[in-house]
T-cell receptor
Framework: DTAVSQTPKYLVTQMGNDKSIKCEQN?????MYWYKQDSKKFLKIMFS???????INETVPNRFSPKSPDKAHLNLHINSLELGDSAVYFC????????????FGPGTRLTVL | KNEVEQSPQNLTAQEGEFITINCSYS?????LHWLQQHPGGGIVSLFM???GKKKHGRLIATINIQEKHSSLHITASHPRDSAVYIC??????????FGTGTRLTIIP
């Protein structure tokens, strides 16, 4: 059973397009996250949701909009894709609270041409 | 500024060697994560520490809160340990701040 799943695994698209990445967790966690890993493999948080409410938004362009229909899902929608958006995007989940172990999805490799 | 530094950036060792990866952080933290990222890209949590020492199989993680330092040790290293090891900390909130990672290569 997959704990944190993401779709798609790979996404290749043209500049200017709009795309979505979906994330689902079956761990019963209250908190979900989106991270971006750049070409140098550096991970950085983008968003965090706790029980469907946004709690962290790290100076991410407005073109990125997370949506959490329920606490098991956190989707990432990206408008007007740019070359610099090419990266691997990881979803993660944890129980609420600082210090909780985070469980990561397999990642989505986004390539913008 | 809340920062996390790891050393070394790259480490190559022979199979069987004892491995140490270091992580230092700038200010007090509530907890520290050691993560492993395999060549395939998946990220796995190895340890969550707020004090002392934890052991799982051949992996040992220690943290010294006063010195703001943590180490990840691998005993009897094996080629399958080859991966990127990432230190990440909670600076008192629910946001993880990541180190730049240590790329470990174990040669048979």
């Amino acid at each position: 059973d997959t704990a944190v799943s993401q779709t798609p695994k790979y996404l290749v698209t043209q500049m200017g397009n709009d795309k979505s990445i979906k994330c689902e967790q079956n761990l019963g966690h209250d908190t979900m996250y989106w991270y971006k890993q750049d070409s140098k493999k550096f991970l950085k948080i983008m968003f965090s949701y706790n029980n469907k409410e946004l709690i962290i938004n790290e100076t991410v362009p407005n073109r990125f909009s997370p949506k959490s229909p329920d606490k098991a899902h956190l989707n990432l929608h990206i408008n007007s894709l740019e070359l610099g958006d090419s990266a691997v995007y990881f979803c993660a989940s944890s129980q609420v609270g600082s210090g909780a172990t985070q469980y990561f999805g397999p990642g989505t490799r986004l390539t913008v041409l | 500024k809340n920062e996390v530094e790891q050393s070394p950036q790259n480490l190559t060792a022979q199979e069987g060697e004892f491995i140490t990866i270091n992580c230092s952080y700038s200010v007090g933290i509530s907890a520290l994560h050691w993560l492993q990222q395999h060549p395939g890209g998946g990220i796995v949590s190895l340890f969550m520490l707020s004090s002392g020492k934890k052991k799982h199989g051949r992996l040992i993680a220690t943290i010294n809160i006063q010195e703001k330092h943590s180490s990840l040790h691998i005993t009897a290293s094996h080629p399958r340990d080859s991966a990127v090891y990432i230190c990440a900390v909670y600076f008192g909130n629910e946001k993880l701040t990541f180190g730049t990672g240590t790329r470990l290569t174990i040669i048979p």
